[in-house]
């Protein structure tokens, strides 16, 4: 790996199947050891429930959200929380503000769409 300052385009964000917008900042072929996304939720609306088959962690940004991980209670989040998920546990979040609720998902080792498992 060689150092650099990667610029995302936010041109380049997608919408997916789980309910949500994503950006991806960082998920090279040479680096296996870590991935970064970053997410947006829109106003009411909750991700697929789903699990992944690597460890996966939110850093929230934006916005308000309620989380549901495993069997923990469901719990509110906020800009500056962390929500730590390890692999195979289930997942979702639902935005519960009246703006875009934003976290980073870093996952590792790094994220592919083979690891994703939908749970619905």
Same mark, same amino acid.
């Given at each position: 790996?060689?150092?650099?300052?990667?610029?995302?385009?936010?041109? %380049?964000?997608?919408?997916? !199947?789980?309910?949500?917008?994503?950006?991806?900042?960082?998920?090279?072929?040479?680096?296996?050891?870590?991935?970064?996304?970053?997410?947006?939720?829109?106003?009411?609306?909750?991700?697929?429930?789903?699990?992944?088959?690597?460890?996966?962690?939110?850093?929230?940004?934006?916005?308000?959200?309620?989380?549901?991980?495993?069997?923990?209670?469901?719990?509110?989040?906020?800009?500056? %929380?962390?929500?730590?998920?390890?692999?195979?546990?289930?997942?979702?979040?639902?935005?519960?503000? !009246?703006?875009?609720?934003?976290?980073?998902?870093?996952?590792?080792?790094?994220?592919?769409?083979?690891?994703?498992?939908?749970?619905?």
């Amino acid at each position: 790996m060689e150092s650099q300052v990667v610029h995302p385009n936010p041109e %380049d964000e997608f919408v997916t !199947d789980e309910r949500c917008a994503i950006l991806e900042c960082w998920n090279a072929l040479g680096d296996s050891d870590v991935s970064i996304a970053r997410a947006r939720v829109a106003p009411g609306t909750t991700t697929q429930l789903h699990s992944l088959d690597v460890d996966e962690r939110y850093l929230v940004i934006e916005g308000k959200g309620i989380a549901r991980i495993g069997r923990l209670t469901a719990e509110g989040v906020g800009p500056g %929380d962390v929500v730590v998920i390890p692999a195979g546990v289930p997942q979702q979040i639902t935005n519960a503000g !009246d703006n875009d609720l934003v976290f980073y998902c870093v996952c590792s080792p790094r994220f592919s769409p083979d690891a994703y498992r939908s749970l619905e």
